[in-house]
């Protein structure tokens, strides 16, 4: 049978779309010194400077967008300890929907407050992965028509994501030998 895939190249593209002018155009940047130690031509993907500091704002944006195409208006219930809250918190803020974002008692502060500061409703749990989804799975209960957000694997969420390389591409021309992309849950590789 056909292969299918939790996010296309056509799933990306309409997220691109769709999060045009909400999202940041990141720049790509160069380093001299690093170009002559590895003797390449190295371009430099700069999420950082996307909107709440990191690519998971892509993702968020266009699953919550999708969710309202859809015709959801209910709350958006996610747990995360750090950038997938806060890129969940300012796109509900802007966006005018509540969200509860569930964070484990450990979460640093600086992304606690920037939660808090986007509007969210921020619900405190233990520190345990299993702790967190079971609250999140508790929480949207409440809330008939709420959307449970998951911080990765979700096709909206990936295809968000993926927008970054799509970007990369189209700023980098016919440049690129490879890409090198830095894995820690592997949320941002998941759409590209």
């Known amino acids: 049978g056909v292969m299918s895939y939790a996010a296309s190249f056509e799933s990306v593209k309409e997220a691109a779309e769709r999060i045009k002018g909400a999202a940041h155009v990141t720049p790509v940047m160069t380093c001299e010194s690093l170009d002559r130690m590895s003797g390449k031509t190295l371009l430099f993907k700069c999420e950082n400077f996307q909107k709440g500091g990191a690519f998971k704002f892509r993702g968020a944006y266009n699953a919550v967008a999708r969710h309202m195409e859809g015709g959801g208006q209910g709350p958006i219930v996610t747990h995360s300890s750090g950038n997938h809250a806060q890129a969940v918190a300012k796109v509900t803020g802007m966006k005018g929907i509540v969200s509860y ?22 619900i405190t749990c233990g520190n345990a992965p299993a702790d967190r989804a079971r609250v999140a799975e508790e929480t949207a209960k409440q809330y008939p028509g709420s959307f449970m957000m998951p911080s990765y694997n979700h096709p909206d969420v990936m295809s968000g994501q993926g927008t970054l390389m799509l970007e990369l591409i189209e700023q980098a021309g016919e440049k690129l030998d490879a890409v090198i992309v830095p894995v820690g849950g592997g949320g941002m590789l998941s759409g590209c």
Do not use: Q, T
């Not at 569930?102 to 409703?121: L, Q, T």
């Open 101 to 122: 974002i569930i964070m484990p008692e450990n979460a640093p502060k600086v992304k606690v407050d920037a939660v808090r500061e986007y509007g969210a409703n921020i």
